[in-house]
Nanobody, 125 residues
Framework: DEQFVESGGGLVQTGGSLTLTCATS????????IGWFRQGPGKGREGITC????????FYSASAAGRFTVTMDNAKHTAYLLMKNLEPEDTATYHC??????????????????WGQGIQVTVSS
C-alpha cells in the first residue's frame, strides 16, 4: 500500500514561506502524479497543485499559481511544495496525494487515488 510521510508544516507570518515535503513509498506503478489539496477551517477541500512523474507537467489552482511551486525528485519518489507570500487564507490542513498515471481532473485537482493524513499550515496576520 502507498504510504506518505508529510513534513514541513507549521506556523508562519503573513508574507512568509514554507516548504512541504511528501515522501512516498509502496507505489503500485512507475507512472504516477503527486500533488496537494487542502482543507481550511469550516471549508471544503480545495485542490492546490499536481506534478506528473512521467513528463513533469504541473498544474496549479488559481489561488496557488504564482506563489506556490511544486517539484519532484523522481529517484526518491518525493515531491516538494514551496509556498511563498503566504496569507491567512492559506491556513489549512494540507494533504499530499497520489494518482495513477497522471494528474486527474487538472481543473479542480481533487481526483486522487489516495492521500496522507495531512499537515497543518497556519499563517498568522
Amino acid at each position: 500500500d502507498e504510504q506518505f510521510v508529510e513534513s514541513g508544516g507549521g506556523l508562519v507570518q503573513t508574507g512568509g514561506s514554507l516548504t512541504l515535503t511528501c515522501a512516498t513509498s509502496g507505489l503500485r506503478f512507475d507512472s504516477y502524479a503527486i500533488g496537494w489539496f487542502r482543507q481550511g477551517p469550516g471549508k471544503g477541500r480545495e485542490g492546490i497543485t499536481c506534478i506528473a512523474r512521467t513528463d513533469g507537467r504541473t498544474f496549479y489552482s488559481a489561488s496557488a499559481a504564482g506563489r506556490f511551486t511544486v517539484t519532484m525528485d523522481n529517484a526518491k519518489h518525493t515531491a516538494y511544495l514551496l509556498m511563498k507570500n503566504l496569507e491567512p487564507e492559506d491556513t489549512a490542513t494540507y494533504h499530499c496525494a497520489i494518482n495513477y498515471p497522471y494528474c486527474g481532473d487538472s481543473a479542480r485537482l481533487l481526483n486522487w487515488h489516495k492521500w496522507g493524513q495531512g499537515i497543518q499550515v497556519t499563517v498568522s496576520s
